[in-house]
């Protein structure tokens, strides 16, 4: 009779049996209580995982996960080190979470704080006393970690937090942590560099504040452009208020005022700043006449007497695509060939006259033999 062997040691003998043990033992962490403490999870090559029903413990999940859930814990200290889907927090209260995540959704939660990295604009609903600060979490391999999960350390909107219950957006039910508040960096395994850089509020444009439709609120409120003039100098973020921009702002302003100078430099090389009073730069027509034709929408050419239009060549076609850039050339004209004069060739020499032919010399009969006299 065959038997399946848990990760654990435990033994069945039915395989749906073992494989439902074996995902709950390896992808989950539910109903536990303190003082004792799991041992984390290391190896989880981005599979989902799920957290359920703990009490009082500590629960380490090391490794870059899918979409992660937690439900109804209190009084745990957890640690999520790279989501690369959103992570469901529910029915929480009393909790330290040490999260990287792409976007975290709270729902019911009480008194949890957060050290928080992500990737969009985090949104919390029917959640109270709830408290953010930058992402504080390091071990071997957590830069790499985030990297499958396809989250960028430096890219961190921990405080653009989006409210569902709080439409007038006065941060009655959350908060950001005062520095002094914060705890000291939490490396689960051994002394280990965060990999996640320090951002401050409002230093990086909530993508909310562009229109992109990606997330929700918006923390901070800077003064607004009226025009494309010398930018203010960036006033010191403030949590619970609204960022404000005119329709006319660009990315590279909104980025320089929040005090994103990697961002605004970046940006600026892509804008072209146009002065009003300048006359336009008509564009520069492509020499070459393969591929796409740019010159199809250049400005209209400059009338030319009949006989200066004669000496130029005709375009086959005006619009888009040009079709004679892949057209074969015309061949070139064969020249005429050219008689040659081909000596006569001497006629050949008279073949020498052949002897007549001689007959065979004829050799004398020989005598015969005369046998010698005897005396």
Known sequence: MSTFTASDGTIFADRDSWRSYEFELMYTFKNLTGPTSPPPKTSLQGQPFDIADCDGVTLLVLDNTD???????????????????????????????T?????????????????????????????????????????????????????????????GIYDFNDEGRTGKNWEI????????????LTACKNCCPRVNPGSIALPSQS???????????????????????????????????TFDTNLSDAARLTGDEFVAQETTKKLAI?????????????????????????EPEVTLAVEEKKKLPQKKSSVGWNPGAFAEPNPAPVPAPVPVQVAAAPAPAPAPALAPAQAPAVMPAASPAVPPTTK
Not at 68 to 90: H, L, M, P, T
Not at 132 to 155: C, Q, S, T, V
Not at 218 to 243: C, H, I, N, Q, W
């Open 67 to 97: 979409q992660v859930q937690i439900d109804n814990c209190s009084n745990c200290r957890i640690f999520i080190a790279a989501s690369s889907e959103s992570v469901f927090i529910r029915d929480c209260n009393n909790c330290t979470v």
């Open 274 to 298: 146009k002065d009003p009073n300048a006359a336009p730069t008509p564009p520069a027509k492509k020499k070459s006449g393969v591929g796409w034709n740019p010159g199809a929408f250049a």
């Open 211 to 245: 229109g992109d439709g990606m997330g929700g609120g918006v923390t901070t409120r800077l003064p607004t452009v009226e025009a494309p003039a010398a930018a203010p100098a960036a006033k010191p973020a403030s949590s619970g208020g609204m960022m404000s921009f």
């Open 177 to 188: 942590m005062k520095m002094e508040e914060e705890e000291p960096i939490w490396c689960p």
């Open 99 to 159: 999260l990287a995540c792409k976007q975290l959704r709270t729902r019911d939660c009480k008194n949890v704080n957060f050290y928080l990295y992500s990737k969009t604009e985090p949104i919390i609903e029917t959640s109270t006393c709830m408290k953010f600060a930058p992402f504080n979490g390091a071990y071997p391999g957590h830069k790499e970690a985030m990297g499958r999960a396809g989250l960028i350390p430096e890219w961190n909107l921990w405080f």
